[in-house]
C-alpha cells in the first residue's frame, strides 16, 4: 500500500499513539489502515461415497485439484461464503453441515475455514475458474495432484474421520485444527 485511499496523499509506515505494531498512516487526512488476514471459505460436498473437487483454472497453482473454496466476501457468513463458492466453482447446491477445519496460514496472511456438505443430487458443472469438476472415490483421490496443504490437510483428516465412524450421523464433531507452515508443499 503506496498511497492513502481516502485522500491519495503518500502513507507513512509507523507505530501509531496507543497501537504496539506499524501501520500504514496517512500523515494528510489521519486514517490509519489497517491490514489483516483473510478468511478462505470452502466445503467438502459429499454425494453418497464420493467428494466433489475442482481442477482450477486460475493461479496459484492452475491445473490442480482442489475443494471448491474461495474470499469470503463482505457482509456474508462464512457457511454462506462456502455454499456460494461452491456453486461458483462446482455448479453444485450443497447443503453446508458443520464447519469441520480450520487451518492458520500465517505466511499467506489467511485462514481456510472448510465445511462439511451434502449434495442431495450428482448434479455438478465447473464454472469460471475450474477446468473441470469430478467425484472420486477416496481410492482415487489425486493426492500428488492437489493444490494445496489445506485441501490436502482437510481431505486426510475427512476420511480417517469417516473410516472411524466419527462422522456418522449423531456424532459431536469438534472442528480440526492446525497451522500451516511455509515449508509445506504438496
Ligand atoms: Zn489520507
Redesign the pocket.
Known amino acids: 500500500m503506496k498511497y492513502?485511499?481516502?485522500?491519495?496523499?503518500v502513507?507513512t509506515i509507523k507505530i501509531p499513539v496507543d497501537d504496539s505494531r506499524e501501520r500504514y498512516v496517512?500523515?494528510?487526512?489521519?486514517?490509519i489502515h489497517y491490514q489483516n488476514p483473510r478468511n478462505v471459505v470452502g466445503s467438502i460436498p459429499v454425494y453418497g461415497h464420493q467428494v466433489l473437487l475442482c481442477r482450477r483454472a486460475i493461479e496459484p497453482r492452475h491445473g490442480y485439484w482442489t475443494l471448491p473454496a474461495g474470499f469470503m466476501e463482505l457482509g456474508e457468513s462464512t457457511s454462506h461464503g462456502a455454499a456460494r463458492e461452491t456453486l461458483e466453482e462446482a455448479g453444485a447446491h450443497v447443503e453446508i453441515g458443520q464447519l469441520y477445519s480450520l487451518l492458520n496460514v500465517p505466511h499467506a496472511e489467511q485462514v481456510h475455514l472448510f465445511y462439511l456438505a451434502t449434495m442431495h443430487s450428482a448434479d455438478f458443472s465447473a464454472g469460471e475458474e475450474s477446468l473441470e469438476v469430478a467425484l472420486f472415490d477416496e481410492q482415487e483421490i489425486p493426492w500428488g495432484e492437489l493444490a494445496f496443504p489445506t485441501v490436502k490437510q482437510t481431505l486426510e483428516w475427512f476420511f480417517a474421520d469417516r473410516a472411524a465412524g466419527l462422522l456418522d450421523s449423531g456424532n459431536e464433531l469438534s472442528v480440526r485444527s492446525r497451522d500451516v507452515l511455509p515449508s509445506e508443499r504438496i
Open positions: 492513502c485511499p481516502n485522500c491519495a496523499s502513507l496517512c500523515e494528510a487526512c489521519g486514517s
